[in-house]
């Protein structure tokens, strides 16, 4: 291919790390060229429309993988530009200090991080910023300093919702406002539904794209290109420096060059691009690349008190941390635990086909729905890999032990708030959404790909800036460390770098 087109930095995609790093690098004037696999979400009646969403997978991906028995399941991945926060629940949450330190529990123990959470603390903050985060300080029993406040005052409880918060007081838990990217009075605007998992046409999540891709894009020497998928890194003749990239941008196969390559095509994704590119993969030197999937142990909970109407609309602005440093009683961690997005019929349907919807309607009325989620441990043989260009993923789930004390810790909770019946399910492993750690961070060029700054240890001018980067998933929603280390990196990049 004839002279490639060239510029200063390509960064593949737009989605949580992708967009973060975008807009951290904007100012410094360098030639940023984002490639996004997906197109922008354009607003339709099914963005507001639950049997749309849930039972049809309207805004699903026509994609396969392979699990690890080799059985084929479409993931719930999505493509589009801002990636798979266009679709999330905007629970912005920052590790717990303690996560960044080994964590022992009963089945394993985390490897904690290569720097502690005052590295992070500042970067925090600066990313609560860009995201516009609602929150209030000082209610979490296990929250990390914060050296600026919230920069919005927390989304209220409706009525429904504040009585549960006073039931769950009323038996010794301390429920706490979830902080939340989302401008509750312009999403209701749209329509009245809730926002986890129903995809944002622009209409009040804040997501990757609203934040993060469209400050980016105020800068005149940032370009975005849509429906550009990256099919492999190049590398020059040292094997050392990568060159650029090959894309597939409106059916044609383009080379780019670039001084600076960021991957952030999110953790399953950036894996398999990089084994993809290189016999042995790139940046494998440690032979890791891939490997330390985890995506979280998740069960929804839902809690039925036959006596009382949820009439909420989100629902979605509590979370319980009273068991995520210990068990209780002094025993290993077990997780945390939020309310979900407002779980209707239409919803329920899709996980029981068989119910009919007016029966699961009349019992979701008297449920309020839970997200119990735990720690996922590092484990080398719960990885991705490619085959031909079909990707595969073997997640090994651990830790279970910790997720199960976790939903009979909180049952006994609710039973004695006066939830008589408390049911609950695990979500299945074509949920990846927490998915993270396979091309890690670490202090040791022999067990982690990149260093503590996201630059591969084999490739200097290659960094990974995503959810792939995290060593241990801890048990808290990802988006907001992969911002905050977006930005931190965005920094590092623009002073060692780009000089
Ligand atoms: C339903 C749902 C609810 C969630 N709720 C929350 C929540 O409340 N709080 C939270 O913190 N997290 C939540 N998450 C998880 C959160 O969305 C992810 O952790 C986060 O988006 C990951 O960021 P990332 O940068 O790793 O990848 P992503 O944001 O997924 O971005 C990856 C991007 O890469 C693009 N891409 C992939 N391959 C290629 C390629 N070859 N070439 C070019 N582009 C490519 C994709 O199109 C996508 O835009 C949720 C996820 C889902 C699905």
Not at 222 to 227: A, F, G, H, Q, Y
Not at 247 to 261: F, K, P, Y
Not at 283 to 312: E, K
Request: one cysteine or more.
């Amino acid at each position: 291919m004839a002279n490639p087109e060239t510029v200063d930095i390509v960064i593949i995609d737009s989605g949580m790390g992708g967009a973060t790093c975008a807009a951290g690098l904007a100012p410094t004037g360098a030639r940023i060229l984002i490639l996004e696999r997906g197109a922008r979400l354009r607003d339709s009646a099914d963005a507001r429309e639950a049997r749309a969403i849930f039972q049809r997978g309207v805004f699903r991906p026509q994609e396969t993988w392979l699990d690890g028995a080799g059985q084929a399941c479409n993931p719930g991945n999505y493509y589009y530009v801002g990636g798979n926060s266009k679709l999330y629940g905007a629970v912005l949450l920052r590790y717990r200090a303690e996560d960044f330190a080994p964590i022992a529990y009963r089945e394993g123990a985390t490897p904690g991080w290569p720097f502690p959470y005052e590295e992070l603390e500042p970067w925090y903050g600066l990313a609560e910023k860009l995201y516009n985060v609602r929150g209030a300080l000082g209610l979490d029993p296990t929250e990390p300093k914060h050296s600026v406040p919230y920069p919005y005052a927390p989304v209220p409880d409706e009525p429904a919702i504040a009585k549960v918060r006073e039931r769950l007081k009323r038996v010794g838990l301390r429920p706490f406002p979830l902080p939340l990217g989302i401008d509750i009075e312009k999403w209701l605007a749209r329509a009245k539904t809730p926002w986890d998992a129903f995809p944002d046409t622009g209409t009040g999540k804040m997501d990757a794209e609203t934040c993060g891709l469209n400050k980016a894009l105020a800068h005149g020497n940032v370009e975005l290109r849509e429906n550009a998928r990256v099919e492999r890194l190049l590398m020059g003749p040292d094997v050392k420096r990568i060159t650029g990239v090959e894309a597939t941008i409106a059916g044609e196969r383009t080379a780019i060059s670039a001084r600076l390559v960021i991957l952030a095509a999110g953790a399953v994704n950036s894996a398999a691009l990089l084994l993809a590119s290189r016999d042995g993969g790139v940046a494998n030197r440690s032979d890791t690349v891939g490997r330390h999937f985890m995506n979280h142990n998740c069960s929804a909970v839902l809690a039925i008190d036959p006596r009382s109407v949820n009439d909420s609309v989100y629902q979605k602005t509590l979370g319980v941390n009273d068991f995520y440093l210990d068990d209780g009683h002094g025993g290993p961690p077990l997780g945390n635990i939020q309310l979900l997005g407002r779980v209707t019929g239409p919803i329920l349907k899709s996980s029981i086909p068989m119910a009919p919807e007016w029966a699961l309607t009349l019992m979701s009325r008297r449920s309020v729905d839970w997200y119990a989620m735990s720690e996922d441990l590092p484990n080398p043989d719960s990885r991705v890999t490619v085959e031909g260009e079909q990707i595969r993923l073997d997640w090994k789930r651990s830790n279970w032990s910790a997720h199960d004390g976790l939903v009979k810790a909180f049952r006994q909770r609710l039973r004695a708030a006066g939830y008589p019946i408390v049911l609950s399910k695990p979500f299945d492993r074509r949920t990846p959404s927490h998915q993270c750690g396979t091309v890690r961070i670490g202090s040791d060029p022999a067990t982690s790909p990149l260093d503590p700054y996201c630059r591969a240890w084999d490739h200097p001018n290659l960094f990974v800036i995503d959810a792939s980067f995290l060593p241990t998933s801890a048990a808290v929603n990802p988006s907001l460390t992969i911002a905050a280390q977006a930005l931190r990196v965005s920094d590092h990049i623009a002073k060692t770098d780009l000089r």
